[in-house]
């Protein structure tokens, strides 16, 4: 049994940072490719940042260059740092985790397993 635990939501003004965390346990195997997903009120759950068995990264164009995913070496603890944060990033935070090692597309939402999601909020 995979779980994955989110935290470091929050609120902030727009321009701020924030730094998410996910906590993964259960078998290490099921989450080789990891990735956050958000989705704001009413619209749907989009993927933003994903990482690959050997650390290859993809981001969605509206994160790129402010956000940055990486995780710990043993792979139990994946990160989100959020830089430049803007209203419209505001929404809930899902960390999602798969067993395959690569993906044809990374921030398509067909992982296998997901956390609770944490809230981020961004104040103009």
Same mark, same amino acid.
């Given at each position: 049994q995979? %779980? &994955? +635990?989110?935290?470091?939501? *929050?609120? +902030?003004?727009?321009?701020?940072?924030? =730094?998410?965390?996910?906590s993964a346990s259960g078998s290490r195997l099921s989450y080789n490719s990891m990735a956050w997903f958000r989705q704001a009120p *009413? %619209?749907?759950?989009? *993927?933003? /940042? /994903?990482?690959? #068995?050997? *650390? !290859? !990264? !993809?981001? /969605?164009?509206? +994160? &790129?260059?402010?956000?940055?995913?990486?995780r710990e070496n043993n792979k139990t603890t994946l990160y989100l740092q959020m830089n430049n944060l803007k209203p419209d990033d505001t929404a809930m935070y899902y960390c999602a985790a798969?067993?395959?090692?690569? =993906? /044809? #597309?990374?921030l398509a939402r067909d992982y296998d397993y997901w956390g609770q999601g944490t809230q981020v909020t961004v104040s103009s």
């Amino acid at each position: 049994q995979v %779980k &994955l +635990v989110e935290s470091g939501g *929050g609120s +902030v003004q727009a321009g701020g940072s924030l =730094r998410l965390s996910c906590s993964a346990s259960g078998s290490r195997l099921s989450y080789n490719s990891m990735a956050w997903f958000r989705q704001a009120p *009413g %619209k749907e759950r989009e *993927g933003i /940042a /994903a990482i690959e #068995h050997g *650390g !290859t !990264t !993809t981001y /969605a164009n509206s +994160v &790129l260059g402010r956000f940055t995913i990486s995780r710990e070496n043993n792979k139990t603890t994946l990160y989100l740092q959020m830089n430049n944060l803007k209203p419209d990033d505001t929404a809930m935070y899902y960390c999602a985790a798969d067993p395959r090692w690569s =993906r /044809a #597309h990374p921030l398509a939402r067909d992982y296998d397993y997901w956390g609770q999601g944490t809230q981020v909020t961004v104040s103009s």
